[in-house]
């Protein structure tokens, strides 16, 4: 059984950053993507970022949102069940919950083509 778990979240001020980590267990070895996606205040579920990911010592292309692209990063961590997402000049409209996913997949930026979840980690950016 795959479980992701996510931390890092927290509050910061506009400007401010903020990184996220996504750890895997139970980790199988047809997984094919990671994704972050977001659910603010009020609003649907949001696609932010996928990592392609390759094998166990090295990931594939990685696909930022445009509502983001410039300010966010998806990386790999010093092995392959730690994946980060780095965020910088956060502003109010990026307060949500962040979710991990993961799927055996080819990458997608679609929440039902991803079979895993975390529980989420709460991200809140005050004015």
């Given at each position: 059984k795959?479980?992701?778990?996510?931390?890092?979240?927290?509050?910061?001020?506009?400007?401010?950053?903020?990184?996220?980590?996504?750890?895997?267990s139970?980790?199988?070895?047809?997984?094919?993507?990671?994704?972050?996606?977001?659910?603010?205040?009020?609003?649907?579920?949001?696609?932010?970022?996928?990592?392609?990911?390759?094998g166990?010592?090295?990931d594939?292309?990685?696909?930022?949102a445009?509502?983001?692209?410039?300010?966010?990063?998806?990386?790999?961590?010093?092995?392959?069940?730690?994946?980060?997402?780095?965020?910088?000049?956060?502003?109010?409209?990026?307060?949500?919950?962040?979710y991990?996913?993961?799927?055996?997949?080819?990458?997608?930026?679609?929440?039902?083509?991803f079979?895993?979840?975390?529980?989420?980690?709460?991200?809140?950016?005050?004015?």
């Open positions: 795959v479980e992701l778990v996510e931390s890092g979240g927290g509050s910061v001020q506009a400007g401010g950053s903020l990184k996220l980590s996504c750890g895997v139970g980790y199988p070895y047809d997984t094919s993507c990671m994704a972050w996606f977001r659910q603010g205040p009020g609003k649907e579920r949001e696609w932010v970022a996928t990592i392609d990911i390759k166990d010592y090295e594939g292309a990685t696909t930022i445009d509502s983001v692209k410039g300010r966010f990063t998806f990386s790999r961590g010093n092995n392959e069940k730690t994946r980060y997402l780095q965020m910088r000049s956060l502003t109010p409209e990026d307060t949500a919950t962040y991990c996913a993961a799927t055996r997949f080819g990458c997608s930026i679609r929440q039902v083509d079979l895993y979840w975390g529980q989420g980690t709460q991200v809140t950016v005050s004015s």
